[in-house]
T-cell receptor
Protein backbone atom coordinates (compact mmCIF):
# COMPACT_ATOMS: atom_id res chain seq x y z
CA UNK A 1 0.00 0.00 0.00
CA UNK A 2 1.29 3.42 -0.95
CA UNK A 3 1.79 5.81 1.93
CA UNK A 4 -0.37 8.51 0.35
CA UNK A 5 -2.81 7.67 -2.42
CA UNK A 6 -4.67 9.89 -4.83
CA UNK A 7 -6.65 9.29 -7.99
CA UNK A 8 -4.41 10.54 -10.79
CA UNK A 9 -7.32 11.89 -12.82
CA UNK A 10 -7.74 13.85 -14.94
CA UNK A 11 -10.80 15.16 -13.17
CA UNK A 12 -12.87 17.41 -15.42
CA UNK A 13 -15.30 19.83 -13.80
CA UNK A 14 -17.43 22.56 -15.43
CA UNK A 15 -16.69 26.13 -14.48
CA UNK A 16 -18.69 27.20 -11.44
CA UNK A 17 -19.18 23.68 -10.13
CA UNK A 18 -17.63 22.05 -7.06
CA UNK A 19 -14.45 20.05 -7.55
CA UNK A 20 -13.83 17.27 -5.04
CA UNK A 21 -10.35 15.83 -4.58
CA UNK A 22 -9.66 12.85 -2.36
CA UNK A 23 -6.67 11.35 -0.60
CA UNK A 24 -6.06 8.39 1.69
CA UNK A 25 -3.01 7.69 3.82
CA UNK A 26 -1.59 4.69 5.62
CA UNK A 27 0.03 6.07 8.80
CA UNK A 28 -2.53 6.03 11.61
CA UNK A 29 -0.55 8.43 13.81
CA UNK A 30 -0.16 11.21 11.26
CA UNK A 31 -1.21 14.57 12.62
CA UNK A 32 -0.55 17.06 9.83
CA UNK A 33 -2.09 17.12 6.37
CA UNK A 34 -1.63 19.47 3.46
CA UNK A 35 -2.95 20.28 0.02
CA UNK A 36 -0.59 21.77 -2.53
CA UNK A 37 -1.37 23.07 -6.00
CA UNK A 38 1.14 22.67 -8.80
CA UNK A 39 0.84 24.37 -12.16
CA UNK A 40 2.64 22.77 -15.07
CA UNK A 41 6.34 23.53 -14.95
CA UNK A 42 6.09 25.23 -11.57
CA UNK A 43 6.84 24.25 -7.99
CA UNK A 44 4.08 23.19 -5.60
CA UNK A 45 2.46 25.91 -3.51
CA UNK A 46 0.56 25.39 -0.29
CA UNK A 47 -3.21 25.83 -0.44
CA UNK A 48 -4.31 24.55 2.94
CA UNK A 49 -3.17 22.67 5.98
CA UNK A 50 -5.42 20.76 8.38
CA UNK A 51 -4.63 19.11 11.68
CA UNK A 52 -7.98 18.29 13.33
CA UNK A 53 -10.92 16.16 12.29
CA UNK A 54 -13.67 18.04 10.50
CA UNK A 55 -13.78 20.83 7.98
CA UNK A 56 -11.53 23.83 7.51
CA UNK A 57 -12.62 26.56 5.13
CA UNK A 58 -10.51 29.22 3.42
CA UNK A 59 -12.28 31.20 0.73
CA UNK A 60 -13.42 28.84 -2.00
CA UNK A 61 -11.42 25.96 -0.54
CA UNK A 62 -12.54 23.51 2.14
CA UNK A 63 -10.32 20.78 3.51
CA UNK A 64 -11.95 17.82 5.25
CA UNK A 65 -10.15 15.38 7.54
CA UNK A 66 -11.32 12.06 8.93
CA UNK A 67 -8.53 10.42 10.89
CA UNK A 68 -10.57 7.33 11.72
CA UNK A 69 -10.98 6.61 8.02
CA UNK A 70 -7.50 7.96 7.18
CA UNK A 71 -9.03 10.20 4.59
CA UNK A 72 -8.52 13.83 3.65
CA UNK A 73 -10.27 15.75 0.91
CA UNK A 74 -10.28 19.16 -0.74
CA UNK A 75 -13.37 20.85 -2.09
CA UNK A 76 -13.12 23.78 -4.47
CA UNK A 77 -16.32 25.77 -4.81
CA UNK A 78 -17.19 27.94 -7.80
CA UNK A 79 -14.38 26.35 -9.81
CA UNK A 80 -12.49 28.69 -12.12
CA UNK A 81 -10.32 27.90 -15.16
CA UNK A 82 -7.35 29.17 -13.13
CA UNK A 83 -7.93 26.25 -10.74
CA UNK A 84 -6.79 23.86 -13.47
CA UNK A 85 -3.64 22.31 -12.05
CA UNK A 86 -2.35 19.20 -10.30
CA UNK A 87 -3.35 18.96 -6.65
CA UNK A 88 -0.98 17.17 -4.32
CA UNK A 89 -1.97 15.72 -0.98
CA UNK A 90 0.83 15.60 1.60
CA UNK A 91 1.02 13.92 4.99
CA UNK A 92 3.53 14.35 7.78
CA UNK A 93 4.52 10.91 9.01
CA UNK A 94 4.86 11.53 12.73
CA UNK A 95 6.95 8.44 13.29
CA UNK A 96 9.60 9.86 11.00
CA UNK A 97 8.69 13.56 10.82
CA UNK A 98 9.03 13.54 7.05
CA UNK A 99 6.37 14.82 4.67
CA UNK A 100 5.23 12.39 2.01
CA UNK A 101 3.32 13.43 -1.08
CA UNK A 102 0.76 11.60 -3.13
CA UNK A 103 1.17 11.36 -6.87
CA UNK A 104 -1.33 14.16 -7.44
CA UNK A 105 -4.70 14.57 -9.14
CA UNK A 106 -4.90 16.55 -12.37
CA UNK A 107 -7.89 18.88 -12.31
CA UNK A 108 -9.25 20.50 -15.44
CA UNK A 109 -11.95 23.17 -15.25
CA UNK A 110 -13.82 23.43 -18.53
CA UNK A 111 -15.42 26.76 -19.45
CA UNK B 1 16.89 35.25 1.26
CA UNK B 2 13.17 35.65 0.77
CA UNK B 3 12.63 32.16 -0.53
CA UNK B 4 14.29 28.82 -1.13
CA UNK B 5 17.00 29.22 -3.74
CA UNK B 6 18.22 26.37 -5.92
CA UNK B 7 21.03 26.14 -8.42
CA UNK B 8 21.56 25.37 -11.16
CA UNK B 9 18.06 25.91 -12.49
CA UNK B 10 18.85 23.72 -15.47
CA UNK B 11 21.58 21.16 -16.00
CA UNK B 12 22.29 18.94 -18.97
CA UNK B 13 24.93 16.31 -18.31
CA UNK B 14 26.33 13.29 -20.04
CA UNK B 15 25.56 9.84 -18.76
CA UNK B 16 28.18 8.74 -16.27
CA UNK B 17 29.11 12.23 -15.09
CA UNK B 18 28.61 13.44 -11.52
CA UNK B 19 26.33 16.37 -10.75
CA UNK B 20 25.90 18.55 -7.70
CA UNK B 21 22.72 20.44 -6.95
CA UNK B 22 22.60 23.20 -4.39
CA UNK B 23 19.81 24.42 -2.12
CA UNK B 24 19.83 27.55 0.02
CA UNK B 25 16.85 27.36 2.41
CA UNK B 26 14.88 30.21 3.91
CA UNK B 27 16.93 31.77 6.68
CA UNK B 28 16.10 30.25 10.05
CA UNK B 29 14.35 27.17 8.67
CA UNK B 30 15.63 24.15 10.51
CA UNK B 31 14.09 21.49 8.27
CA UNK B 32 15.19 20.87 4.70
CA UNK B 33 13.81 18.35 2.21
CA UNK B 34 14.85 17.06 -1.18
CA UNK B 35 12.28 15.57 -3.54
CA UNK B 36 12.51 14.24 -7.07
CA UNK B 37 9.75 14.70 -9.62
CA UNK B 38 9.90 12.91 -12.92
CA UNK B 39 7.89 14.29 -15.82
CA UNK B 40 4.19 13.85 -15.18
CA UNK B 41 4.77 12.11 -11.86
CA UNK B 42 4.33 12.98 -8.20
CA UNK B 43 6.95 14.07 -5.70
CA UNK B 44 9.29 11.32 -4.57
CA UNK B 45 10.82 11.87 -1.12
CA UNK B 46 14.62 11.62 -1.13
CA UNK B 47 16.06 12.96 2.12
CA UNK B 48 15.12 15.09 5.13
CA UNK B 49 17.37 17.16 7.41
CA UNK B 50 16.14 18.48 10.75
CA UNK B 51 18.50 20.68 12.70
CA UNK B 52 21.53 18.75 13.95
CA UNK B 53 19.74 15.40 13.95
CA UNK B 54 20.87 12.56 11.73
CA UNK B 55 19.19 12.96 8.32
CA UNK B 56 16.44 10.64 7.15
CA UNK B 57 17.96 9.12 4.03
CA UNK B 58 15.30 6.50 3.53
CA UNK B 59 14.20 7.88 0.15
CA UNK B 60 17.56 7.92 -1.61
CA UNK B 61 17.11 5.52 -4.55
CA UNK B 62 20.67 4.18 -4.70
CA UNK B 63 24.16 4.68 -3.31
CA UNK B 64 24.86 6.99 -6.24
CA UNK B 65 22.81 9.60 -4.43
CA UNK B 66 24.07 11.49 -1.39
CA UNK B 67 23.28 14.76 0.32
CA UNK B 68 24.89 16.97 2.89
CA UNK B 69 23.82 19.98 4.86
CA UNK B 70 26.04 22.45 6.64
CA UNK B 71 24.39 23.17 9.98
CA UNK B 72 21.03 24.78 9.26
CA UNK B 73 22.23 26.30 6.02
CA UNK B 74 23.02 25.22 2.50
CA UNK B 75 22.48 21.67 1.30
CA UNK B 76 23.97 19.87 -1.67
CA UNK B 77 22.56 16.82 -3.41
CA UNK B 78 25.16 14.84 -5.34
CA UNK B 79 24.38 12.26 -7.99
CA UNK B 80 27.33 10.16 -9.06
CA UNK B 81 27.62 8.35 -12.39
CA UNK B 82 24.35 9.78 -13.63
CA UNK B 83 21.95 7.60 -15.57
CA UNK B 84 19.18 8.60 -17.96
CA UNK B 85 16.55 7.61 -15.39
CA UNK B 86 17.94 10.33 -13.11
CA UNK B 87 16.46 12.94 -15.46
CA UNK B 88 13.91 14.84 -13.40
CA UNK B 89 13.37 18.06 -11.54
CA UNK B 90 14.93 18.02 -8.11
CA UNK B 91 12.96 20.12 -5.65
CA UNK B 92 14.30 21.44 -2.39
CA UNK B 93 12.00 22.68 0.36
CA UNK B 94 12.49 24.12 3.80
CA UNK B 95 10.34 24.49 6.87
CA UNK B 96 10.49 26.26 10.21
CA UNK B 97 8.10 24.08 12.17
CA UNK B 98 8.10 20.73 10.37
CA UNK B 99 4.70 21.56 9.02
CA UNK B 100 4.31 24.06 6.21
CA UNK B 101 7.10 23.60 3.70
CA UNK B 102 8.15 26.06 1.05
CA UNK B 103 9.61 24.92 -2.24
CA UNK B 104 12.34 26.31 -4.41
CA UNK B 105 11.93 26.54 -8.17
CA UNK B 106 13.76 23.27 -8.68
CA UNK B 107 16.80 22.10 -10.57
CA UNK B 108 15.89 20.53 -13.90
CA UNK B 109 18.33 17.74 -14.67
CA UNK B 110 18.62 16.13 -18.08
CA UNK B 111 20.99 13.21 -18.56
CA UNK B 112 21.87 12.55 -22.21
Amino acid sequence: QKEVEQNSGPLSVPEGAIASLNCTYSDRVSQSFFWYRQYSGKSPELIMSIYSNGDKEDGRFTAQLNKASQYVSLLIRDSQPSDSATYLCAVEYSSASKIIFGSGTRLSIRP
Amino acid sequence: GAGVSQSPSNKVTEKGKDVELRCDPISGHTALYWYRQRLGQGLEFLIYFQGNSAPDKSGLPSDRFSAERTGESVSTLTIQRTQQEDSAVYLCASSLDRNTIYFGEGSWLTVV
